[in-house]
Structure formats: structure tokens, C-alpha cells
């Protein structure tokens, strides 16, 4: 197939993990432990944040340029944890006519927006939910910009799986870690103005040799390639992806990263290869993240 390709620049990245062993043994204190479970929503609005704010400040926007960034995350869950914690104590301590269905989850978009008031983003903001939540955010702002609509945002990823999530997780084969939460996100912007690295961003590539399309428009040789990342999709996904990628980039490693969940490891991959200013790995990264029946395909060079 023929691989739609937009571009835009990388200028800057940043990530940042929190273990969640205390979230985990206070779930299993059970109500000895719902005090404390206020505490795990802070750190995850205060990462965020912080990890926003490191961003920003990495990519030189200053006061005025912040008023139109805009800001697009994707999650898996996003809060959901809160929204587990409010079923076992309804269910367990509620009055018996309160049903825990009564009350809509801790909302993904509340995270998003602390970040976008803490650093002055006055543009839109948008949360998007599911397994490739943070590619979808990537692939909105690109759009964002390619169409003119922002000249910069600001793509981020969080997660804090919950033991729900987990077990649902593990049933279905898809990789990911329970024992950390993660927070990850990148500038992307129009021009690159004297800074930063091109992107190529192509959806729903059908195998491993489409990639040829992204090399094409990117006028990078396979060989140039230094790392391929294959975030997202099944254990099965990712072993049909390496074998793909072994016929068509035959001096490409393939990595699979070790992400909280497929939505934030493509964003986290794009910030680990950003690196701070100046210490840019050399060559070009290949980010894949797997959906169904498809594949998004990030070339950062």
C-alpha cells in the first residue's frame, strides 16, 4: 500500500515513570488503604505537569507563544483507577441504593488540563482514549499543523494502569507493565526554526516492507536507520512486525519497549530519541505502534 505521510518537527522531549508498588499494597489493605488513594491521582497530575513544563521550556516558547500551543495526550485508562476505587467503596460502604454506575470516572481530560493551566497553553486541548491513544494524539496535532490550524503542539501520553486494566490486559495479550505509571511528551511544531528534528508520521501501514514509503518521503536509506521501536499490538503483533521488518530493514534492531501501556510507548520512544538539545542520537528512529489490522509508522531524523 501507499502510506499517507505528513511531517512536522520534533523540537523537543521528555518522560518520566513513578513506581506504583504503595498504590498497589494500599488496593490490597482495602479500606485501611482508601485514604491514601487520593494521594496516586496528585502524583500523576504533578508528573504530568512537570514532565509539560520541561518540554515547553526545552523547546524556547516563551509567554506569548504559549497563549496558542495546544496540547493533545492520549491514555489508555486514564483515571480510571479513581473510578475503581469509588466502585469498591460504593459497593462495599455506600449507602445499598447507591449503584457505583451512578458516577461517571474521574475524568481522563482533568490531567490535561491542570498541565495546560500550570504553563499558560492557551490553545485547544484535547484528550484522546484507547490501546493507541497516544499515536491518535500525534497524529492530531500533525494535522493540526500540516493544515495550519497550530503552529505548535504540545503531544503528551500518561498512564497509571489499574488492577482492572492489568488482568484485561494480560487476557489479551498485549504487552505492557503494571508495576510503574509513565508520563511522556514532545513539541511538535510548523518549521523548525534552526532547531530540532523532521518527523514523518504514516497511517495504518498494512506490513513491515510499507515502511519503504516513509523511507522514500523521509530520503533515508534502510541502512541509516539506527533503532526501530515497536510499541503496541499483541505479543503475536509484534512478532509478525519483527518478522516483517527483518525481510525489509535487515540492519534495523528491532526493540520492544517496556512502556506502562501501547498508548504512552510510541510517545515515550519519540522523547527518549529527542534527547536534549544538542545530544540528538545521530541516524533516524523508527517508532511502530500497533493497532488492528495496521500500523503507525513515526520516522524521526
Not at 498504590?23 to 491514601?36: C, E, I, K, L
Not at 483507577?81 to 441504593?97: F, I, K, N, S, Y
Not at 449503584?99 to 495546560?116: G, I, L, N, R, T
Request: charged share 20%.
Amino acid at each position: 500500500m501507499t502510506a499517507t505521510i505528513a511531517t512536522a518537527w520534533l523540537a523537543a522531549g521528555a518522560a518520566d515513570q513513578f513506581d506504583l508498588g504503595e498504590a498497589t499494597a494500599n488496593r490490597r489493605r482495602g479500606r485501611d488503604g482508601w485514604p491514601a488513594e487520593p494521594a496516586l491521582a496528585r502524583v500523576v497530575v504533578d508528573r504530568f505537569t512537570d514532565v509539560v513544563g520541561r518540554v515547553v521550556k526545552a523547546a524556547g516558547l516563551d509567554e506569548a507563544a504559549r497563549r496558542d500551543t495546544e496540547l493533545a495526550v492520549g491514555t489508555l485508562y486514564g483515571m480510571a483507577r479513581v473510578g475503581e476505587v469509588m466502585h469498591e467503596q460504593l459497593d462495599l460502604a455506600g449507602p445499598r441504593w447507591l449503584a457505583p454506575e451512578m458516577f461517571v470516572y474521574y475524568s481522563p481530560h482533568s490531567v490535561v488540563s491542570a498541565a495546560a493551566m500550570t504553563h499558560g497553553l492557551g490553545g485547544a486541548a484535547t484528550t484522546l482514549l484507547g490501546r493507541d491513544g497516544g499515536t491518535q494524539a500525534l497524529g492530531h496535532a500533525v494535522r493540526r499543523l500540516t493544515t495550519g490550524q497550530a503552529d505548535t503542539v504540545v503531544v503528551g501520553g500518561y498512564e497509571a494502569l489499574t488492577p482492572f486494566a492489568d488482568t484485561a490486559l494480560d487476557r489479551l495479550a498485549v504487552p505492557h507493565h503494571a508495576e510503574f505509571g509513565e508520563v511522556a511528551a514532545v513539541v511538535l511544531g510548523r518549521a523548525a526554526d534552526g532547531a530540532g528534528r523532521r518527523l514523518f508520521v504514516a497511517r495504518g501501514v498494512a506490513d513491515g516492507r510499507a515502511v519503504y514509503d516513509v523511507l522514500d518521503a523521509a530520503e533515508v536509506a534502510p541502512d541509516a536507520v539506527s533503532d526501530a521501536r515497536l510499541c503496541g499490538g499483541t505479543v503475536a503483533d509484534q512478532q509478525a512486525a519483527r518478522t516483517d521488518f527483518a525481510a525489509a530493514l535487515p540492519r534495523v534492531r528491532t526493540w520492544v519497549g517496556g512502556a506502562s501501556s501501547p498508548a504512552v510507548g510510541p510517545l515515550r520512544a519519540l522523547a527518549e530519541a529527542a534527547g536534549p538539545p544538542g545530544d540528538e542520537p545521530p541516524g533516524a528512529v523508527l517508532v511502530v505502534a500497533g493497532r488492528a489490522g495496521a500500523w503507525d509508522v513515526v520516522l524521526l531524523r
